[in-house]
Every structure is written in structure tokens, then in C-alpha cells.
């Protein structure tokens, strides 16, 4: 049984004035601890299927099914809660609540979960060591760097226990150095905790880490490739 | 964590937030001294005409009203006010309701001095009830109050009246009225005090002489009366007293002084009317302006909000928190309001607010020139209640709009 799973998947655009096809009957299977890339030139259709798979859009035919659930199916507000237990994200932008600070960012999700207070506490901390940025536990992203943030995120993605995190061009905005630190832990989360790693990005430096790439071009998977 | 989020993106933009929240505070105190100024103006017009010229009840035989001739009089006056003193008392306390009575008798007819005559309504008061129950000691500007001269038939009138006839103290002027048999009757008296009340035009038609030589000069008996007026201990008592009287003496009218100045009543519903209508425009200005402001917030946060969303925060919660931030911005305002209104009360409230700038204008209405604010406490949580609607008014537009967006696409935004 897949973790995801994509089942003719189409998405298209201003059906009725001037449609543009996303994605063109997209069948895909994604196992539980992957460290999967989905590459492809802008337009192709990645971020729209990252969306479709994480609940944030809903598909014009075909299904999405997590563990079995056809989340194409759920309501709006049924989809907040499924994303909120079941789903990490990480963004390009990163996207921390600024008025936080790092430790209460990652406590943050499971507050929504309605977790006890002893347990987001402890656990923020242990996820900030993990990311290696516990120092700053009491900083606000403010004063973070992009490439701390980005783990800041990384943290908050990891704090609900999702069954895996979808990471949309995670380090477009990253040096060298701090893309090969974030790139070091997600790749440990990957391989000790089996942390499912889902991708979409241009970064070849991300596609070299991963250990399964898939090509979309024109709304349609061009490559599956497990290197 | 959803009301220390609001608090903290409060202040995100120090400036924005404290603009307003300094709008809302002068909002409310100008609002709380609206009201102050209104219920103090009513206030103090409502004191002036019972301490400066009705009092709290006044009795007269109702053929008076009618007629005003003197042979409609209330006989042993003095006997009556005697028993009514004993008779009405504090049920729990024993403590006599009424302060004081002054039975007066009353005539109209002319003023003449050597220059000039007017039409006048003279009061025959016994000097010591009279002034129990009428602060003439604050209106008498120039001479003395009955008993404190030796002059024979003493009168007491306005500066204005003076002004008219052109007299001054210490002449004389002549009364031409009518008796209770109907006679043309006609005294002399001397200008011992020269008053000045709240109302230019009492100051106009009243004049005060002894009753005594009023009654003398009507062929009245020396305990006559043809009003009698009241002044109470407790306000509160004041139907309790009227009723009762009414019961006892079906021939006289018993009429409270909201009875006998209608004015007072319209100046109260008034006063309720536009305090009505000043605080719905500035709750609605308020509004206005909570709403812009929340709102820049709310689209300055599209993509942070979008991102709440994706991760799981459900729209109940964003609404919340949006409903939070605009209670805190627009109610953080009013204590500070409030505080600077109950400083401001400290002065305005014992020593006033002088318009005597327009003294004029207002003696001719019967005001005082000098209005002590007044504010009831219970305004302060009212106007803290107002406020607090006022906000959560603001805060659904902004809040809603927060709930319609689409965290795929304010994600993606660039």
C-alpha cells in the first residue's frame, strides 16, 4: 500500500475561457520513506501537483489518495484538519509566523493539534537540536538568516508527526552552504527517523541528494527515475 | 497563543496601531464629556429652577391658576406647612422629608416710579421661609433681604427692573393693584435690595415685598396664601408627597417643578436624542477607521494568513484571531479616554465651565452662565461596552475577508 497515490490526475486552468492543462492524467506511486525530486522546467506542473498532493488544490479529474483517503474527496475544512495531522510543509519563503519566535513557530502546529503544553515545549526543543538551531530557540525570524529559517521550517514541518513533508523549491533562496546544511538534515531525518521527503525544484544540488527523481514536462511525468 | 499572536501583530506596525488606538481614546473622552457637558447643563438649569425659582412642589388653589384674582387663597397657611413638616417623614430614619416651605401670596399690577411704569408679579414672601427655600442670598447683587432694614414697607426688585424704571436703591416706587374685593388698591414702598436671578425674563416681571403688607394692601387674611412652595429633603420623596397632597386637597393644584417647567423634560429627552446620535457617529467614524486599518493588516498578511491555512489553522481560529487583534486596537484606546476624562472632570466637574461669553444668550433661557459638568459613573462602562461592540462591529469585515482566502494562493503569491 503506497503513501500517495495519483490516479489520472488532471488539473486545468480557466476551463471555460482559456484553459491551460497543469497536469495531463498524472499516475504516480509514492512510498513511506522516499526522498523523492519532482524536477521539470517552470510551467511543467510541479508546483501544481506538490499542491494537489499536500490538499492546497483540489484536482479537475482523478484522485489523491494518503494512506487510502481520497483527499479529493474531503470538504475545505475537513482538508485543513487533514493537513494539519497528516502533512508537513516547507516553503520557499520560508513563511514563519513573524510575531513568533523559532521555538513558539514549531510549537505552533501542535497547539492546533491541541498537544499539552510539556509535550510542544519539549519536542520544539528537540526538534530545533535536530535542525541544529536550538540556540536561537528565542529568536524571532527577524533576526534569522534565510537559511536558518529555512530549518526553522523544516522543524515546524516535523513538529505534527506528519506522515511526510512536501517541500516546494525549499532552498531557491539559500547559499551553498546553507542549502547543503539543510539538504545534510533532511537527509538524516530521511534515513533515521524514515521521514518521507517529497520535492519540487530546479536545484540541481537537491536533485543530486535525492534518491528518486521525477520528470514532469507539459503536465505529464516524462522520467521516473530511482538513480 | 491565539490572543499573545493578536497582541503581538498589534504592534507589528507601532505607528498604525497607535494612531488609532489614540483615535479611540479622544473618541472616548469626547465622547464621556459630551455627556458630562450635556447632563451637567441639564443639571445645572434643573438646580437653578428649583433652588433659584420653583422649588420642588408648589401648591395654589385652582381658581388662582385659573383667575389669578386674589380672593382664591389658601387660608392658615401657616398652620398647614406646620403640619405638613410633621407629618411627612422618613419612614426608616424618622428624618423630616420636607427642608422648607414658603407660603407666598401673589398679585400682578403695575410698578410705578417717577419716570416709568411696568406690569409686574408681586410676591409677598415671609423673609426667613422665603429664603429657607429660594437662594436669594446668591441673586441679591446690590442692598439688603427683608429684616435687615429698618425701612418701612420694603420691595425687593431686578437690577433690570431698576434699570427700567431708572430708580436706585433707597427710592421709592408705588404698587397699583387689584384686592380680593376687586378694588383697585395702591402702596408705597422703598427699593431696599435689587436682585439678579438665572432668567432675564423673571428679572423682567418679579418683585418681592413682605407678606405681610401684600396681604395688608389685598384685604387678605394675614395668614393667606396663594402658593405655597416646597422644598424637599430627598428628592426621591417627591411623589410620595405630591400624591399624597393630591389626595387630601382635591381643590389645589399640586404640581411638581418638571410639572411646572415643561422645558425641563424636552431638554431631557433632548439631550437622550443627541447623545444618541453623537455616539453613533462616532462609533461609526470609528468603525471607519478600526476597519481600514485591520483591513491594510489583514491584506498585508495575505500570504502569512494563506500560510496558516496550509498548515492546518481552520478558519474559525484566523477569524478569531483577526476578532482578537481589532478588540485589542479598538478597545485599547478607551481606558485612556476614560482616564483622561475623569482628570478632565476634576476641574470641570467642581469648578465648571464658564460661558459667560454668552451670558446673554443664556440668562435669556434661564441658564446659568457658569455649567458644572456632570457625569454619571455608569457612562464610563457604557461607553466601555459601546467600544467593545464597536470593535467587534469592525472586526467582522476584516475577519471575513481573512476566511475567504485561498491558502494555494496566497502561498504562491509573488
Known sequence: ?227 | MLLKIAWRNVWRNRLRSLVVITAVAIGVAALLLIIAYFQGFVGTYVNSVIHKELSHLQIHPKAFLRDREAQYFIPQSDALTEKWIATFKDETTGEPLIKAISARSQAQGMIVSPKASRAVQVYGVKPRQEKAVISWQNMLKEGVWFGESQKKHPIIISKKMAGRLQVKLNKKVVLNLVSAKGEVVSGAFRIIGLFESHSSKRDEVQVLIQQKDLNELLELPPKAAHEIAILLQKPGALEKIAESLKKQYPDWSIQNYKELAPEIQLFDSQMLLMLGILIGIVMLALIFSIVNTMLMAVLERYRELGMLMAIGMNRLKIFGMIVWETLILGTAGAPIGMLLTYLAMQQLGTKGLDLSAFSKGLRAWGFDTRIIFSLNPSWYWKIALTMMLTALLAALYPAWKAIRFKPVEAINKR
Open chain 1, 1 to 227: 500500500m503506497s503513501l500517495i497515490e495519483t490516479r489520472q490526475l488532471t488539473k486545468t486552468y480557466n476551463p471555460e475561457t482559456v484553459p491551460v492543462h497543469a497536469l495531463r492524467g498524472v499516475d504516480l506511486c509514492i512510498e513511506k520513506g522516499e526522498f523523492t525530486a519532482i524536477v521539470g522546467p517552470s510551467g511543467s506542473g510541479k508546483t501544481t501537483l506538490l499542491n494537489i498532493i499536500g490538499g492546497l488544490d483540489k484536482p479537475s479529474s482523478g484522485q489523491v489518495l494518503i494512506n487510502q483517503t481520497d483527499i479529493a474527496q474531503l470538504s475545505e475544512n475537513q482538508l485543513i484538519d487533514f493537513r494539519r495531522d497528516h502533512i508537513g510543509f516547507v516553503f520557499q519563503a520560508y513563511n514563519l509566523i513573524p510575531v513568533l519566535t523559532a521555538r513558539e513557530n514549531v510549537s505552533f502546529i501542535m497547539l492546533l493539534q491541541k498537544r499539552p503544553a510539556a509535550e510542544r515545549k519539549a519536542r520544539a526543543m528537540e526538534l530545533l537540536e535536530a535542525v541544529g538551531i536550538a540556540e536561537k530557540a528565542d529568536v524571532r525570524p527577524i533576526y534569522l538568516s534565510g537559511g536558518q529559517q529555512q530549518r526553522v521550517a523544516v522543524a515546524r514541518a516535523l513538529a505534527s508527526r506528519p506522515d511526510f513533508v512536501l517541500a516546494d523549491e525549499p532552498t531557491a533562496n539559500l547559499d551553498s552552504v546553507a542549502t547543503k546544511r539543510l539538504l545534510d538534515i533532511m537527509a538524516r531525518l530521511n534515513e533515521e527517523e524514515g521521514m518521507t521527503f517529497i520535492f519540487s525544484t530546479h536545484d540541481q544540488r537537491v536533485i543530486d541528494r535525492a534518491r528518486r527523481i521525477i520528470r514532469l514536462e507539459d503536465g505529464k511525468i516524462t522520467q521516473d527515475e530511482t538513480p
